[in-house]
């Protein structure tokens, strides 16, 4: 699911990649800093849910999607920030359909 080059700090300051991140046929999702970890809350789904995140290497992370206030029905996923070459974040993948693995799905950046 990883790279398999060890643990590897962050590019940048988790904050960093906090910010709004859009596709088009997903609408946009909000990371946000909580508990100095990165997190979403879609609660404005027709379906609302949670993402939380927890750091591997580098840029990528290991993610626990939930249904909101079902942790029950967490599923493991992978997340991988990519960095431009101004060395801020652009987009965010994530591997939302499994059907599609290994491709991500990827969400631009639209706000910091």
């Known amino acids: 699911?990883?790279?398999s080059a060890g643990h590897l700090?962050?590019?940048l300051p988790i904050?960093?990649?906090a910010g709004t991140y859009s596709h088009p046929a997903y609408l946009s999702l909000t990371v946000s800093l909580k508990n100095d970890s990165l997190h979403i809350d879609a609660s404005?789904?027709?379906r609302p849910f949670v993402i939380d995140f927890a750091h591997v290497s580098s840029d990528f992370f290991l993610a626990s999607y939930y249904l909101r206030g079902d942790k029950n029905s967490?599923?493991?996923t992978k997340i991988q920030f990519d960095i431009?070459?101004?060395g801020t974040v652009n987009k965010m993948g994530g591997?939302?359909?499994p059907s599609l693995a290994p491709e991500l799905i990827w969400f631009e950046r639209?706000?910091?």
């Open 1 to 3: 699911m990883f790279p």
């Open 9 to 11: 700090p962050l590019s």
């Open 15 to 17: 904050s960093e990649y």
């Open 44 to 46: 404005d789904r027709s």
């Open 74 to 76: 967490s599923v493991a």
């Open 84 to 86: 431009g070459p101004e």
């Open 95 to 97: 591997l939302f359909e």
């Open 110 to 112: 639209v706000k910091a």
